[in-house]
């Protein structure tokens, strides 16, 4: 089962297996198999399914003897890693991974973690909760249905060739689950503010929101944090310019050299996907209607610039397609997802469904509304904000390759991909092993989000030379990797200094 | 390190305790005959506690195996009657007959099943394995000092008293009477178990064994499904705990801990206690469990809950557990000098390691034609004769195994103290070397006295270790 070159082929599911269970189902004998909400690979036998879900309730109970507080995380065995994600009450997923140190496969636990948690949050925001869909129909179909065609679109987004790559150590400098800002100017912020205003009103007495992404960032937002990472996330991995002109592919797969896949192969999976669904689903979940927000290539942009999909259905008769919904995570509401764009701004508003009364028609009369109002503010927002961008390497510092996280506001920027890309596999191993410390301290309470008093700080000479220096303060922290500094390591702590004066307002320096 | 001054005084209560692990060694140090008793009890003390099991290694197929090993002619006949005779009583006999198969045995190298390259039976001479644990700056939360309490207290653990004359360190197994049901014993910071490939408990630190017989079948469940499936469980986190598990041949170590300390640390700690266990054992308890997987471990470390005790208390005290190395006691270049000259001059006649240590301090250290101990032997064997009560009251010959040395057979140990801290450990390969090493002994000790070793000794004790002047 090794992953060597010497073994003959590796089957996919050594590498990868993930499953979604609800401890709350099968408990009797015989019904086992009722736990399984999702099981990747699909074609793995019941028996191998059902000893991976009994492995993990197995850890989960033993753990809960001794840490009934804390749940079980990892299992870190020879050749895989089981990554441990509670999504919802008694709502587990578990990620089996292969591990290697020949290949690429060498994984930081609470990346892997994070790739579970934005899929339930996503899931939850198109879907609702699980909870919600099992006591919907307690069967299990419904909710089946919708988790596999939900999670087999996401991953495509991970699919090289005919395997899933998923975050290793070469996205050390990544922190996913985080918002990319974008800095502007002061006349600029002016100018957005003002445009957020007009778009208010557009929304008028409906109680609104509005997110506006200009390229692949954020310039402002309505929302509170997590939903707007959520929409962020959703709408770089669909929404934004890029992945329109690029026939739907998404920034991770933008980033990985070698083949991105083109537009027809992506379709071309995504039927696959749904043809391996028939081969899991029963029959009676035939009438599930299963909106997939996240199939590739969906979204288009529509002459008047809004954009439009067919995700959601389209009504009868007109064929004119359904005005997407989604829903928030804190208030439960249910709103109307409208996109509009203008060259590199994205607009995203969303409509509380109930105060729309007359449904579809109400929302194509906000559009007309916002094109007379807010078209020409619009496209002077545009203008300013393309003047003052500083293009891909606009955030480049020449000399240090960084990673900065701010916890409280999930806000995180880095050093653009480009430039990650020159760095040695060395460098991104050592850095990769500094953020598994710095996880394992921050999940003892020693780093800290909420307490905001224990500074940490972490520096290491990975045997290429390199520096990886890491600081944590007041819930946020900031990663560098110097791969050309001096020898000593009072150049290199300079080196962080003059960094954190100057990019960070000195918030990582010590006095 | 400071001096564990609490160490030589187990409470009434504690003694009855141990009373009930091991009979109380009564011997007449002058006497050939009661030395001879002494190794009995000691073997009996070892090997002692449960009555034989139908379904354990079936004791007849020793007996029946011509004592020869001891040439002492007028001794023989005595002395495997006396063994004879002690089959009924005990099970020492089958532990016995264990060791004797042993020799037989000889040096025989087992390849380790797990290919992880710090096993203890890899050609074992020193210097091989590296430090590969971090510095692991494990902060004093794993207390074991502490006033005895009778009520189950979740502080126990994790309470630092401020004097340490007050607190005493209870040597053995406190809170025997707890189980996976108890609120306390979950709630303990480290727990250590050993147990069988097949589930059954052998050691637990907290707790008795027999009633973890099912939180020990869980762990086994868990070690063995993983298997199943291909692969080695290593390591499980949750929160703040981490479960580590380790496994050697048919034995299965596992750590439950909420202290702070790397997955790395815990694993030596692990391999450690595994090393203590074939100290005591040698490697031939594989062969055990390979005749019989229901093998019942138990009776063969009856007694020795002292020794993990101990060597469980001294990973949160003595830095020797991760650095991998010993510590000398400070002393004058003349004096170490003359400690040394003359256990040179017994090493050349045919012991294989003599050692002079004070405490878990070495005073001096010599092996036979340059061979060298490493220092993980050396930590378990101090760990074993100092927490070992018999061994202070009268001289004793032991054997022993040493894991990085050879874990398949066994040595022999002379042990005798010279004085309250002060004990000197011959080591021989050969099980009839008792006079011999008492002779030596004798002139050992009278050289000692000679030139005021014992005195530099005890006065380099009290003054404590190291000291930077002004």
Redesign the interface.
């Given at each position: 089962?090794g992953l060597s070159s010497a073994a003959t082929t590796t089957t996919p599911s050594d590498l990868l297996k993930f499953c979604i269970f609800d401890l709350r189902r099968g408990q009797h004998e015989g019904e086992e198999l009722e736990k399984i909400l999702f099981f990747f690979p699909a074609d793995l036998p019941f028996p191998a399914q059902l000893?991976v879900i009994?492995?993990s309730e197995?850890?989960i109970t033993?753990?809960r003897?001794?840490?009934p507080?804390?749940?079980?995380?990892?299992?870190?065995?020879?050749?895989?890693s089981h990554v441990f994600f509670e999504a919802e009450p008694d709502i587990w997923m578990v990620m089996v991974v292969a591990k290697s140190k020949e290949t690429e496969a060498i994984w930081r636990i609470e990346a892997l973690r994070s790739v579970l948690k934005e899929i339930h949050s996503l899931f939850v925001m198109f879907h609702g909760s699980i909870r919600v869909l099992l006591d919907k129909e307690p069967g299990g179909g419904l909710t089946r249905s919708h988790l596999f065609t939900f999670i087999m679109d996401y991953l495509t987004d991970f699919l090289t060739g005919n395997k899933f790559t998923l975050p290793n150590f070469r996205d050390s400098l990544k922190e996913r689950g985080t918002v990319q800002m974008l800095t502007v100017g002061r006349e600029a912020a002016i100018e957005v503010q003002s445009l957020v205003g007009v778009l208010d009103s557009c929304m008028a007495n409906t109680l609104g929101y509005s997110v506006i992404l200009f390229q692949d960032l954020l310039v402002s937002t309505t929302l509170t944090p997590d939903d707007t990472t959520n929409l962020f996330s959703y709408g770089t991995l669909r929404l934004t310019p890029r992945i329109l002109s690029s026939g739907g592919t998404s920034t991770w797969s933008y980033l990985r050299k070698g083949n991105v896949p083109s537009q027809a192969e992506l379709a071309s999976r995504s039927a696959n996907t749904l043809s391996a669904l028939d081969g899991f689903r029963d029959p009676s979940s035939d009438n599930y209607r299963i909106v997939r927000p996240l199939q590739h290539g969906k979204w288009s942009k529509g002459k008047d610039g809004f954009l439009v999909t067919d995700i959601w259905g389209v009504e009868v008769g007109n064929l004119v397609p359904t005005t997407p919904t989604l829903w928030l995570q804190q208030t439960e509401h249910k709103m109307y997802l409208c996109v509009y764009q203008h060259k590199s701004l994205t607009i995203i508003l969303l409509i509380p469904v109930t105060s729309m009364l007359n449904g579809e028609e109400g929302i194509s009369m906000l559009k007309q509304q916002l094109l007379e109002n807010a078209s020409a503010k619009i496209f002077k927002v545009e203008e300013k904000l393309a003047k003052g961008w500083g293009g891909e390497n606009a955030y480049h510092v020449k000399g240090y390759r960084y990673l900065l996280v701010d916890g409280d506001r999930n806000i995180s920027r880095a050093s653009p991909p480009g430039k990650v890309t020159t760095l040695a596999k060395e460098s991104l191993l050592a850095l990769n092993k500094v953020r598994e410390d710095f996880d394992l301290e921050k999940?003892?309470g020693n780093v800290d989000a909420v307490n905001h008093e224990k500074d940490l700080e972490i520096c290491i000479r990975a045997k290429n030379n390199a520096w990886v220096i890491a600081r944590s303060t007041r819930g946020k922290q900031l990663y560098i990797l110097l791969e050309k500094a001096n020898e000593t390591l009072l150049y290199a702590s300079e080196a962080v200094e003059k960094f954190s004066d100057r990019y960070c307002n000195g918030a990582f320096s010590l006095d | 390190m400071a001096s564990d001054s609490s160490y030589a005084s187990p409470s009434s209560d504690e003694e009855e305790e141990s009373a009930g692990q091991k009979p109380t060694v009564d011997v007449n140090i002058n006497s050939i005959d009661t030395s001879l008793d002494a190794i009995e009890n000691q073997l009996s003390s070892i090997a002692l506690n449960a009555p034989i099991d139908d379904g354990t290694v079936s004791s007849t197929d020793y007996h029946e195996e011509p004592v020869s090993e001891i040439d002492d002619g007028s001794l023989r006949e005595s002395v495997s009657e006396r063994r004879r005779n002690s089959i009924g009583e005990s099970s020492s006999s089958r532990g016995s007959g264990l060791w004797r198969n042993n020799l037989e045995v000889g040096v025989e190298l087992e390849p380790e099943g797990d290919g992880a390259p710090s096993s203890p039976s890899s050609s074992g001479y020193a210097g091989e394995r590296g430090s590969s644990s971090s510095a692991a700056s494990a902060s004093d939360t794993d207390v074991i000092r502490e006033i005895r309490e009778n009520g189950s207290s979740m502080c126990d653990d994790g309470v630092v008293p401020l004097d340490p004359a007050q607190a005493q360190w209870i040597r053995g197994k406190r809170h025997a009477d707890e189980d996976?049901g108890s609120i306390s014993w979950?709630k303990r910071k480290k727990h250590f178990f050993i147990l069988s490939h097949s589930g059954k408990p052998i050691y637990s630190r907290y707790g008795d064994e027999h009633k973890l017989a099912g939180f020990s079948a869980?762990l086994q469940?868990?070690i063995s499904?993983?298997e199943?499936?291909?692969?080695?469980?290593?390591?499980?986190?949750?929160?703040?705990?981490q479960?580590v598990f380790l496994v050697k041949g048919p034995i299965y170590l596992v750590c439950?801990s909420?202290t702070?300390e790397p997955?790395e640390s815990l694993r030596g700690q692990l391999e450690l206690l595994y090393g203590q266990m074939i100290l005591i054992l040698t490697r031939s308890v594989d062969k055990c469990f390979e005749k019989n997987p229901k093998f019942d471990m138990t009776p063969l470390l009856g007694g020795t809950d002292a020794v993990f005790s101990s060597l469980i208390h001294s990973f949160s005290r003595n830095p020797a557990t991760f650095l991998h190395a010993y510590t000398c006691l400070p002393l004058a270049y003349t004096t170490r000098q003359a400690a040394g000259a003359i256990l040179q001059d017994v090493a050349d006649t045919g012991v294989l390691f003599a050692i002079l240590m004070c405490k878990d301090k070495v005073v001096s250290l010599v092996g036979l034609q340059k061979s060298s101990l490493h220092p993980d032997d050396m930590l378990l064997l101090a760990n074993f004769v100092m927490s070992s009560e018999s061994f202070r009251t009268s001289e004793s010959f032991s054997p022993i195994c040493l894991p990085r040395y050879n874990p398949m057979a066994f040595l022999y140990a002379y042990v005798h103290y010279l004085d309250v801290d002060t004990y000197l450990t011959l080591l021989t390969t050969s099980s009839q070397a008792f006079f011999h090493l008492k002779e030596c002994r004798i002139q050992i000790e009278a050289v000692l006295k000679k030139s005021n070793v014992l005195n530099e000794v005890e006065r380099s004790l009290s003054d404590g270790g190291m000291r930077i002047e002004d």
């Open positions: 089962m000893s009994g492995l197995g850890l033993f753990t003897i001794f840490s507080e804390a749940a079980c995380e990892v299992i870190e065995a020879d050749m895989h999940n003892r | 996976d979950r869980t469940a868990i499904f993983v199943n499936g291909g692969d080695r469980v290593k390591l499980v986190r949750a929160g703040k705990h479960v439950i909420c702070e997955y």
